[in-house]
């Protein structure tokens, strides 16, 4: 029966080549390991008794939302259409790009809300919000997730309580300018049969700030795409961009650690035990 709920699609960018690149049985083995992470992570985190928690009601065999993958698309579905389990997506969605970039993937993403039909025993997902999730992930051009207005719309409050706190502290959520890509194609190239092309702008959009309450040993450069292929340095290039506004505004971490819930600790990525400082000024 169709629903009405928020979903989250997820791409790996680079697989591509990383298929042509690598030996499938170790590309298969390091991404296993890396949906095996994820989807540990998918389930309410023990609280000491006192610590702040979003959900202080969940039960440890409870999960966060639905999740399925196919090849390197990642999906994950609301459990249902109340801000609760909207709430839940998002904040599994952040850890999911953190947990991502911590095993060289990178991801990218959307947020959409509408009509869905899950079956998850006949592994059948079909719905306008999937489709607008994987629409406007396929024209961001940068390593992050973007919220779609249908789902700005719909947990408005939840969005701007997030996005634009009033007491000042900043998290997962923040207002960034996106660049867009459009692929589009003139009247006199459609009739010559020419190659269509592509378009950019920059737009305002909700994105997870994935880069909040994150330590990584050797700095954040260090998790983006390195490469020659320019299509992939100009992805790198808006991903650095992204990460010195948020460097510029202060929406890094927490100006509290004590107080924050225990479902947005600091997420460290190292080759040792943290803590240990972030590696780079961004």
Request: aromatic share 10%.
């Amino acid at each position: 029966m169709a629903s009405q709920r928020a979903v989250t699609f997820i791409d790996v960018l680079g697989f591509r080549e990383k298929l042509s690149t690598l030996p499938l049985d170790t590309l298969a083995a390091n991404y296993e390991s890396a949906i095996a992470m994820i989807r540990g992570l998918n389930r309410p985190l023990v609280s000491s008794s006192g610590m702040p928690s979003l959900f202080p009601t969940a039960k440890p065999e409870d999960r966060w939302c639905i999740q399925h993958v196919f090849s390197d698309s990642i999906m994950l579905f609301a459990l249902d259409e109340s801000d609760e389990s909207f709430l839940k997506l998002v904040v599994y969605s952040w850890r999911v790009v953190q947990a991502l970039l911590a095993t060289g993937m990178h991801p990218r993403g959307a947020i959409a809300f509408g009509e869905m039909h899950v079956n998850e025993t006949a592994n059948i997902f079909l719905g306008k919000a999937l489709a607008e999730a994987y629409e406007l992930e396929q024209i961001q051009d940068w390593v992050g997730v973007a919220l779609a207005p249908s789902a700005c719309a719909r947990y408005a409050e939840i969005v701007d309580e997030v996005a634009s706190p009033k007491n000042g502290q900043p998290s997962f959520l923040v207002r960034q300018m996106v660049l867009l890509k459009r692929t589009e194609q003139s009247f006199l190239g459609r009739i010559l049969k020419l190659f269509p092309f592509t378009r950019y702008k920059k737009q305002s959009l909700v994105v997870i700030n994935w880069r909040w309450n994150l330590v990584a040993k050797y700095g954040s450069r260090s998790l983006l795409p390195q490469s020659s292929v320019p299509s992939v340095r100009q992805k790198t290039a808006n991903t650095v961009e992204y990460l010195e506004r948020i460097v510029a505004s202060g929406a890094l971490y927490p100006i509290q650690q004590e107080q924050v819930p225990v479902e947005l600790r600091t997420f460290y990525i190292g080759d040792t035990e943290p803590p240990f400082p972030h590696g780079d000024a961004l």
